[in-house]
């Protein structure tokens, strides 16, 4: 077991400290990376504070973790030390259910390892995070981040990336498609840049009109503030795909019904408290209402591999560990421009 420096939250709502964790000793197929950056996602917040329930402390949060391989087990194949990698939202799944066999780890009907407030898969070992000096994973979970993008700009692609790229695959987003990104925050910028190299025509529906500039710069044509009622009856009817990644509680019902006839609606962002969803504004455009989350391993990848072809990354902030507490609260004021990444150099 290698001591290793971090930053947890030692309770729910406790200001995040510095705290030493144990990593463990290198298995056969296990790849010790030294982190160099972890973006801030909204979810360690949440989960830090606790809003979804069920969260264990002390807590090392961070699952957009980018850094350098240091050393591999005996029977590593995938990657040699020295290599640039990355490590989203989980760290290991059962790997034999009907969903790992389809690469959908994310969904895993029998275990999935998240990378933090979790455990391993003897389902007792808790997991931290990448607030923190290195981290152990086996090397099937573990991604190749394109060479010649910057390794602080590409950690957040390993959750705010997929968990636009994924939704915006699967439900075809491209030519001749009309896609609205709700909330201009992490998540939504890299919305707005995939859906338009996917070649959607992208609008951005944000509560203010501030980021207008930014969004167009990132990729989208039109940009609307939702303070404005006029927005809702301008856009009635109006796009073939919404992904939603509003964090706090809003009216969907609202957002539904600029959906076109079968339009549907993904919610990414995931607020502490349960929805009223009017049956009518769904029936009354056979529309749907959907959810998805992060990506598995193997598209993963392809969202690295496209955005690598892309020269896609992160609009970030750098800020030093120390600084963390007051990143959260402006993350919570959406006050980012548009990921903040932790470089983690300020640790030691
Ligand atoms: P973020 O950077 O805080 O962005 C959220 C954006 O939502 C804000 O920038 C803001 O955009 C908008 N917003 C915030 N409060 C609002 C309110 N009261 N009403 C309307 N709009 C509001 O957060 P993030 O890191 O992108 O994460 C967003 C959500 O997705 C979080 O709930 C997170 O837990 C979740 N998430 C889900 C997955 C998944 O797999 N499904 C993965 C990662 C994160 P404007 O300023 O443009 O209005
Ligand atoms: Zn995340
Ligand atoms: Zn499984």
Not at 88 to 100: I, M
Not at 123 to 131: E, I, L, R, S, V
Not at 270 to 277: A, D, G, N
Request: aromatic fraction near 8%; hydrophobic fraction near 40%.
């Amino acid at each position: 077991m290698a001591k290793t420096k971090a930053y947890a939250a030692s309770a729910a709502k406790a200001p995040l400290a510095p705290h030493t964790i144990e990593r463990r000793e290198l298995r056969e197929h296990d790849v010790v990376i030294d982190i160099r950056f972890c973006g801030i996602c909204h979810s360690d917040i949440h989960q830090a504070r606790d809003e979804w329930g069920g969260a264990t402390f002390p807590m090392v949060p961070g699952h957009e973790i980018a850094g350098i391989v240091s050393a591999v087990g005996p029977k590593v194949t995938k990657y040699k030390v020295g290599d640039k990698v990355g490590v989203g939202c989980f760290v290991d799944s059962c790997r034999k259910c009907t969903e790992c066999q389809a690469g959908l780890e994310q969904y895993c009907s029998v275990h999935t390892s998240w990378t933090y407030n979790g455990t391993e898969q003897d389902g007792t070992t808790p997991t931290y995070g990448g607030y923190s000096e290195r981290i152990v994973v086996d090397e099937n979970y573990v991604l190749r981040l394109p060479d010649h993008l910057p390794l602080d700009a590409s950690a957040p692609l390993l959750c705010a990336g997929i968990t636009l790229y994924s939704p915006l695959k699967h439900w075809a987003a491209g030519p001749g498609k009309k896609v609205a990104i709700v909330g201009l925050g992490g998540l939504g910028h890299m919305g707005v840049k995939i859906a338009h190299a996917m070649g959607a025509e992208v609008t951005v529906l944000s509560q203010s009109l501030k980021k207008q500039a930014d969004a167009k710069r990132l990729g989208a044509t039109h940009f609307y503030a939702t303070s404005d009622p006029e927005t809702f009856t301008k856009l009635e009817r109006h796009f073939d795909l919404i992904i939603n990644t509003v964090s706090a509680e809003m009216d969907y019902n609202q957002y539904l019904e600029l959906l076109k006839v079968d339009g549907t609606m993904v919610l990414v962002g995931i607020p502490e408290k349960p929805h009223q969803i009017q049956s009518f504004s769904l029936i009354m455009g056979r529309r749907s209402l959907a959810g998805s989350a992060i990506g598995g391993i193997a598209e993963t990848q392809e969202m690295l591999d496209f955005c690598g072809k892309h020269n896609i990354v992160s609009d970030i902030e750098l800020v030093p560990i120390q600084k963390v507490n007051e990143a959260y609260e402006r993350v919570l004021k959406s006050d980012v421009r548009y990921r903040f990444v932790i470089d983690m150099a300020s640790l030691s």
